[in-house]
């Protein structure tokens, strides 16, 4: 399985952005996907996570700005960001499990894209 982010840029705070990630090799449909973000000097931290039929679940700190969506057609896992902020600035990183639930912690996801840089500014 490879994934690879794309999407990120410089912002001004209160912009949107849309990441996407695309994954090749293997089924795509039978993959659990998810975002993670690091900032610079912190751990990396769940963003939000989409189930094989489409359910997803969003962190506490995101929910109601940011939306994850899936396009199996395309191979591809989207994040839908508005209202960004300041503290939104971090690198974004996509994350596939072919086994594993929908979870929140980054050692249930072994495969991993190479990230996509976000800069808000205010």
């Known amino acids: 399985v490879q994934l690879q982010a794309s999407g990120g840029g410089s912002v001004q705070a209160g912009s949107s952005l849309r990441l996407s990630c695309a994954s090749s090799g293997g089924t795509f449909s039978t993959y659990v996907m998810a975002w993670f973000r690091q900032a610079p000097g912190k751990e990396r931290e769940f963003v939000a996570t989409?189930?094989?039929?489409?359910?997803?679940t969003h962190a506490d700190s995101v929910k109601g700005r940011f939306t994850i969506s899936r396009d199996n057609a395309k191979n591809t896992v989207y994040l839908q960001i508005d209202s960004l902020k300041p503290e939104d600035t971090a690198v974004y990183y996509c994350?596939?499990?072919?086994?594993?639930?929908?979870?929140?912690?980054?050692?249930?996801?072994?495969?991993w894209g190479q990230g996509t840089q976000v800069t808000v500014s205010s």
């Open positions: 994350a596939a499990s072919i086994f594993g639930s929908a979870g929140r912690t980054t050692n249930e996801y072994p495969y």
């Open positions: 989409i189930s094989r039929n489409g359910g997803s």
